[in-house]
């Protein structure tokens, strides 16, 4: 255990330092643009042991952190004992709540890392559209809200500015309870839906477009990606770092034959542009990439596991959904191309 647990600090410090242009606390920043200073967003959320935990009803009354984590998550394990810290000496004025980002765990994960760290603070999985509302880019992800009901922190680490934002939105007066504005619901898309469509803006500056008209009569592919994947779990989730490179292997032959459409898809978790440039020259990939920079693409197909692959048909409705490699994919491509 100490053994892979130290290959994986490794693997995760030569790839931030080697890989990504960004660090960690960069993507933070990024993260906090726009949104420090703003009404924090009305979200009910509900925890993993069935409670419901009603944001709103905290503002104008006490500060909240949220911590955004994943088990896979090596700094997100390094500063799990400040949350747990934070949360035991909390009192009152101050609501903690873990909240799980979804991406590549599952819940039976979560329940078997709370038993072997003792965490009793609420745990929330998000599906995704918590992370959206606070412009999850990194893990971990600190957030701190004031008593007004402003966001006052958005960080990476765990350190002496997360813990200054802390002291500093339970001390601060509470001056009425601020109203965020709320976004309209996202259509959302799985298989046997008629797309609308869809214009992905891509790495080289032109733009994929998803529908009939641009399909030639050819199936179009989504490859939802992530550029850390093979490397970044190889420690934690071997499996998973397994399939992401078989998946990529695969989609490179397959895009190379000339039956489908490709694009590839990458989360904005742990990613830039930069990341995926240097990934896809790494692995000479020939079809597009595009940086779903807000994560639109990942709700509203509602992707929370890559690789995941949607075959979208020449008409622009989706077929297949598929995770993972399908020995049958080429075979299915050719005929939906040829009928």
Same mark, same amino acid.
């Given at each position: 255990?100490?053994?892979?647990?130290?290959?994986?600090?490794?693997?995760?410090?030569?790839?931030?330092?080697?890989?990504?242009?960004?660090?960690?606390?960069?993507?933070?920043?990024?993260?906090?643009?726009?949104?420090?200073?703003?009404?924090?967003?009305?979200?009910?959320?509900?925890?993993?042991?069935?409670?419901?935990?009603?944001?709103?009803?905290?503002?104008?009354?006490?500060?909240?952190?949220?911590?955004?984590?994943?088990?896979?998550?090596?700094?997100?394990?390094?500063?799990?004992?400040?949350?747990?810290?934070?949360?035991?000496?909390?009192?009152?004025?101050?609501?903690?709540?873990?909240?799980?980002?979804?991406?590549?765990?599952?819940?039976?994960?979560?329940?078997?890392?709370?038993?072997?760290?003792?965490?009793?603070?609420?745990?929330?999985?998000?599906?995704?559209?918590?992370?959206?509302?606070?412009?999850?880019?990194?893990?971990?992800?600190?957030?701190?809200?004031?008593?007004?009901?402003?966001?006052?922190?958005?960080?990476?680490?765990?350190?002496?500015?997360?813990?200054?934002?802390?002291?500093?939105?339970?001390?601060?007066?509470?001056?009425?309870?601020?109203?965020?504005?709320?976004?309209? $619901?996202?259509?959302? +898309? *799985?298989?046997?839906?008629? =797309?609308?469509?869809?214009?992905?803006?891509?790495? @080289? !500056?032109?733009? /994929?477009?998803?529908?009939?008209?641009?399909?030639?009569?050819?199936?179009?592919?989504?490859?939802?990606?992530?550029?850390?994947?093979?490397?970044?779990?190889?420690?934690?989730?071997?499996?998973?770092?397994?399939?992401?490179?078989?998946?990529?292997?695969?989609?490179?032959?397959?895009?190379?034959?000339?039956?489908?459409?490709?694009?590839?898809?990458?989360?904005?978790?742990?990613?830039?542009?930069? $990341?995926?440039?240097? +990934? *896809?020259?790494?692995?000479? =990939?020939?079809?597009?990439?595009?940086?779903?920079? @807000? !994560?639109?693409? /990942?709700?509203?197909?509602?992707?929370?596991?890559?690789?995941?692959?949607?075959?979208?048909?020449?008409?622009?409705?989706?077929?297949?959904?598929?995770?993972?490699?399908?020995?049958?994919?080429?075979?299915?491509?050719?005929?939906?191309?040829?009928?």
């Amino acid at each position: 255990m100490r053994v892979a647990s130290f290959l994986s600090i490794l693997l995760f410090g030569f790839f931030i330092s080697s890989a990504r242009a960004e660090t960690g606390d960069q993507h933070a920043q990024v993260a906090a643009r726009g949104l420090v200073g703003t009404p924090a967003p009305h979200l009910v959320l509900k925890t993993i042991d069935g409670q419901t935990v009603d944001l709103a009803g905290f503002y104008g009354k006490k500060a909240v952190y949220l911590e955004f984590w994943a088990t896979w998550c090596v700094p997100c394990r390094e500063q799990m004992p400040h949350l747990k810290k934070v949360y035991e000496q909390a009192g009152s004025d101050l609501a903690v709540i873990a909240i799980d980002v979804g991406f590549d765990d599952t819940v039976q994960d979560v329940r078997k890392y709370r038993s072997e760290m003792g965490l009793k603070m609420p745990i929330v999985f998000d599906d995704g559209s918590i992370g959206d509302a606070f412009h999850l880019r990194v893990t971990p992800q600190h957030v701190v809200i004031g008593r007004d009901g402003r966001i006052l922190f958005i960080g990476h680490e765990a350190n002496a500015k997360l813990d200054a934002a802390l002291l500093a939105a339970r001390t601060a007066p509470a001056s009425g309870n601020a109203v965020a504005s709320v976004s309209g $619901d996202e259509a959302h +898309y *799985q298989v046997n839906d008629q =797309l609308p469509t869809l214009a992905v803006p891509t790495l @080289s !500056g032109d733009v /994929f477009h998803v529908d009939a008209e641009h399909a030639h009569g050819q199936p179009t592919v989504l490859v939802f990606m992530s550029p850390w994947c093979e490397t970044y779990l190889a420690g934690s989730r071997p499996a998973l770092a397994a399939s992401c490179r078989a998946v990529r292997e695969q989609v490179t032959v397959l895009s190379r034959q000339g039956h489908a459409r490709w694009i590839g898809i990458a989360s904005p978790l742990w990613a830039g542009k930069d $990341d995926l440039l240097a +990934y *896809q020259r790494e692995h000479h =990939l020939t079809m597009p990439l595009a940086l779903d920079d @807000s !994560g639109t693409l /990942f709700r509203r197909f509602r992707v929370m596991h890559v690789p995941t692959l949607l075959v979208v048909d020449a008409k622009g409705r989706v077929v297949r959904r598929i995770e993972g490699v399908d020995p049958q994919l080429g075979q299915e491509l050719k005929a939906l191309a040829t009928g």
